[in-house]
């Protein structure tokens, strides 16, 4: 038996797709997929109209997409996260229908129990054998982790895995099998490695970026919860990632050996399995090449599928096993809900992610953020868009003062006895205003271009189109 | 006081400006071109620094153009009067 279709365009035939169905794409090749692109170009050669996309990500290499909205190839998105021109054209009302926007764990519980229904699930595979056995790490465009590809595989009606790499019967390790994928397509190039996985992530020189990571390793201490077996997940940028790195610098000088850490993997939590500082990475996705090798090769650095990272409705994920998460925001409101998904004038440029799972889950939620970027105050009376909402948020830390949430009375008081600069959030927005200037709040249409769901499933908020953005 | 010639202040590094500032005639007043990364949250703001810099320094005709990266009041005064001091 052999499941490998003379084309792509045969795939998509077989599969049966037709007008208005859903198709299914993963993210772990970022903003060096070509697949996506590639997909739709077929589709609409095919004269096929309607379809629904839901992408786990979309970036700004999927900048095509626009001309398939235009064309009527189009017709909704599912994300959750989307970034580039194709973000913005959606932030100026190109679609009728508004996009959803859900969380890395909320994709996985709409797929699982129905709400999300997928017809044709695109699995880009950067190694697969004729069968359909695929794994993310060969291959010359090797992303490392496909957790995020793994809900999709095995709920979606069809599944055509995309691969640019077909190794000999049988191929291994296996992330997906070949018991979920109906046919194999050999592509000349899935993505460009550039785009998918960074050299090298470095933690940041920014001195302010480090102040405000020392103040959340403070943070980290003075709750309590640096101790052996201590797990966490941070960001892969700026005072998150230097969050981890001065974690590190305390875990080796009280002699603290982690249990695990999660996330988004870079090479710097790499380095820290490698150096014995935790004992198990639990990864859904790398972030650079560092983080591919190590999965590749190192048992203690797990594969897990977006659900076991975040899905609120399975018995049980990983998120509700975290200590520490260490987040960023755009926006920080005085209830502590936070926005990472549109930027200050409303236009979109994000979403959750696991944001606001991995706030839900953690022990301890930590945002940081400089108080000021670029003139705009991080602190507001209100974000434009709530993505996490401000009872799953505990400390907001900031070059200028660490605020808590006030419903954290114990956190607050061990805080203060640590002698850490603790402020009321309403004093950091005043402080931030006293330098700026109070910002003017931009206004918006009636239109709803945008779904926000909550990872349970609720609205937890809408986006709208902003006014004079028709450009 | 009058500005003579062309000059220009500041760069475009994040929470910096760049002030480019041209003589006009006698009586063609102020000409203020304001781009700001910040526009629809400051722009009125700096336009009102921008202003108030010229008048206490006497400017009466000039054209000015402002490539604003997010900078803070007392960064715009800087720039402006530097601007303005290279242009006399």
């Known amino acids: ?471 | 006081m009058k500005i003579l010639r062309q000059t220009r202040a500041g760069s475009l590094e994040s929470n910096d400006l760049m002030v480019v500032m041209k003589p006009l005639g006698d009586r063609e007043g102020i000409k203020l071109e304001i781009n700001s990364i910040v526009q629809n949250q400051y722009g009125d703001r700096i336009r009102e620094v921008v202003t108030e810099v010229l008048k206490r320094n006497g400017i009466m005709d000039a054209y000015i153009m402002i490539q604003d990266r997010g900078a803070l009041d007392c960064t715009i005064k800087a720039r402006v009067e530097t601007a303005i001091k290279r242009g006399l």
């Open chain 1, 1 to 471: 038996m052999n499941k490998v279709a003379a084309s792509l365009r045969k795939a998509i035939e077989l599969s049966e797709l037709k007008d208005g169905m859903t198709i299914s794409f993963h993210h772990h090749l970022r903003n060096g997929d070509y697949v996506v692109n590639m997909v739709l170009d077929e589709i609409s050669k095919m004269g096929i109209r309607d379809i629904n996309v839901a992408a786990s990500s979309l970036f700004p290499v999927h900048e095509s997409l626009i001309q398939n909205i235009k064309d009527g190839v189009i017709i909704g998105l599912d994300v959750n996260y989307m970034s580039g021109p194709l973000a913005r054209a959606v932030s100026h009302g190109i679609l009728d229908k508004p996009v959803t926007f859900r969380s890395h764990g909320g994709r996985p519980r709409a797929i699982h129990e129905g709400s999300l229904k997928i017809d044709v699930a695109f699995i880009a595979a950067p190694s697969s054998d004729a069968m359909g056995n695929i794994n993310g790490v060969e291959g010359p465009s090797a992303c490392g982790s496909l957790g995020y590809a793994i809900p999709d595989a095995l709920c979606a009606k069809k599944v055509i895995a995309v691969t640019d790499y077909l190794v000999p019967y049988p191929n291994s390790p296996i992330s997906i099998d070949q018991t979920l994928v109906d046919w194999v397509v050999k592509v000349d190039s899935i993505g460009d490695p550039s785009g998918i996985v960074s050299g090298t992530t470095r933690v940041t020189k920014d001195p302010i970026g480090h102040i405000i990571a020392g103040y959340a390793a403070e943070v980290i201490q003075a709750s309590g919860l640096l101790k052996e077996g201590i797990s966490f997940q941070t960001g892969a940028g700026g005072a998150s990632l230097a969050t981890a790195f001065h974690l590190k610098e305390k875990m080796i000088a009280k002699g603290i050996k982690g249990s695990f850490g999660m996330g988004g993997i870079t090479g710097f939590f790499v380095d820290m399995l490698e150096e014995g500082l935790v004992e198990k990475l639990i990864d859904v996705q790398c972030f650079d090449l560092d983080a591919v090798k190590s999965i590749k090769n190192n048992p203690d650095h797990v594969e897990v599928s977006g659900s076991f990272y975040a899905n609120p409705g399975v018995k049980g994920c990983a998120v509700d096993n975290l200590d520490v998460v260490v987040l960023g925001a755009t926006e920080i409101d005085t209830q502590f809900n936070v926005n990472v998904l549109t930027d200050s004038n409303g236009i979109i440029m994000g979403g959750s992610g696991g944001h606001s799972d991995t706030a839900a889950g953690a022990k301890l939620t930590i945002i940081v953020a400089n108080l000021l970027r670029s003139r705009l105050p991080i602190v507001l009376d209100k974000v434009i868009t709530k993505v996490t909402p401000g009872d799953t948020v505990d400390v907001l830390v900031t070059e200028r003062g660490v605020a808590v949430n006030p419903q954290r009375k114990e956190l607050m008081d061990s805080l203060k006895d640590a002698k850490l600069p603790v402020m009321d959030i309403e004093e950091l927005k005043a402080a931030a205003e006293k330098i700026a200037g109070k910002p003017r709040e931009i206004s918006f249409t009636d239109q709803v271009v945008g779904i926000v769901e909550y990872r349970d499933g609720s609205i937890i908020d809408k986006i709208y189109k902003p006014t004079g953005s028709e450009r």
